[in-house]
T-cell receptor, first 116, second 114 residues
């Protein structure tokens, strides 16, 4: 079955540290990839997405992610985190069947705590 | 101000009672979705609807029902058959179920059943 794995359940960093959150998926076909973020008390919102083209995708708030097809990975990165990045981050994958699309499959999420 | 509204924010029910969660969107989106979020479980799809008067089961539809009589509205009923109904429920919408597949989420309803 299709699955999305996020390697870390909880990551704790100090401000200005670099961030990398892992995401791997199990489907071998064409996929669309997403990172969503849920700040405390706020709506889930889209950070960035990959559909095609340049595998290095830039999103909001200085986040970026790299799609590595050979590794079935879509890791999220930020060179220098801030306290305001404290949130839960979800990776999501959608299978692309050509003419039709599957539904989003979400990973279990990674909680990021940034110490001021 | 466009967006998705879910009401109420917190809902408490006794075991054995059905309860309906509201989801309304004014984004003119065709597709709407219901997810359940449990701690450490991520989001799991309950039901989705790509167009008015049509909906499909997601991965965990047992014990839930939906209707889609209007484009703007996609209410979810948690029935007494749902074995573990206490959870955070998120509604989402997207322009359609095709290439424009970015989903926009509502603020969620936290349901507690005792």
């Amino acid at each position: 079955a299709q699955s999305v794995s996020q390697h870390n359940h909880h990551v704790i960093l100090s401000e200005a540290a670099s961030l990398e959150l892992g995401c791997n998926y199990s489907y071998g076909g064409t996929v669309n990839l997403f990172w969503y973020v849920q700040y405390p008390g706020q709506h889930l919102q889209l950070l960035l997405k990959y559909f095609s083209g340049d595998p290095l995708v830039k999103g909001i708030k200085g986040f970026e992610a790299e799609f590595i097809k050979s590794k079935f990975s879509f890791n999220l990165r930020k060179p220098s985190v801030q306290w305001s990045d404290t949130a839960e981050y979800f990776c999501a994958v959608r299978r692309n069947y050509g003419g039709s699309q599957g539904n989003l499959i979400f990973g279990k999420g990674t909680k990021l705590s940034v110490k001021p | 101000d466009g967006g998705i509204t879910q009401s109420p924010k917190y809902l408490f029910r006794k075991e054995g009672q059905n309860v309906t969660l509201s989801c309304e969107q004014n984004l003119n989106h065709d597709a709407m979705y219901w997810y359940r979020q449990d701690p450490g479980q991520g989001l799991r799809l309950i039901y989705y609807s790509q167009i008015v008067n049509d909906f499909q089961k997601g991965d965990i539809a047992e014990g839930y029902s939906v209707s889609r009589e209007k484009k703007e509205s996609f209410p979810l009923t948690v029935t007494s058959a749902q074995k573990n109904p206490t959870a955070f429920y998120l509604c989402a919408s997207s322009i359609d179920g095709g290439q424009s597949y970015e989903q926009y989420f509502g603020p969620g309803t936290r349901l507690t059943v005792t």
